[in-house]
């Protein structure tokens, strides 16, 4: 999985994107690669906000973002136009305390 991402140090915060492999799909690996990203976000670099944009069709990865605690924070309204039809992109994120609060849950 590759990935981009544009960071603000003055806020502390990270957007990110994610570019996997198809052949790679569906075995674990981008639920793995997200929560490794997250506590590296969180405990190495002491961010505090970590957010994305996906598109509201991607349902494979919405599953993967909430299963890792992400949060809907906001719609772009028909902001894309794909294989006939407008979709949202939704933007989403996740907060230091509620990473926290996760990983206690897990422990
Ligand atoms: C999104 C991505 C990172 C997820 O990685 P992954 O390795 O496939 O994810 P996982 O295997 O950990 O989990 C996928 C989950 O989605 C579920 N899923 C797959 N297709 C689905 C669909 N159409 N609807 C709902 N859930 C779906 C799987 O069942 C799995 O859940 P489960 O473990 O409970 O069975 C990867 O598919 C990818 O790189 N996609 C292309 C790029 C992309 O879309 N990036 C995100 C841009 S924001």
């Not at 509201?56 to 973002?65: K, L, M, T």
Request: charged share 30%; with cysteine.
């Amino acid at each position: 999985m590759l990935g981009a991402a544009v960071c603000s140090p003055s806020i502390r915060e990270i957007a990110m994107q994610n570019f996997g492999d198809k052949r790679y799909w569906n075995k674990g690996y981008g639920s793995d690669t997200i929560w490794t990203l997250l506590r590296h976000a969180f405990e190495t670099l002491n961010l505090n906000r970590v957010s994305l944009q996906v598109f509201e069709s991607n349902q494979r990865a919405i599953v993967v973002y909430e299963r890792v605690g992400f949060k809907l924070e906001g719609r772009l309204r028909e902001d894309r136009y794909s294989q006939g039809r407008f979709e949202d992109t939704l933007i989403i994120g996740i907060l230091s305390d509620e990473w926290k609060t996760l990983k206690e849950v897990e422990a």
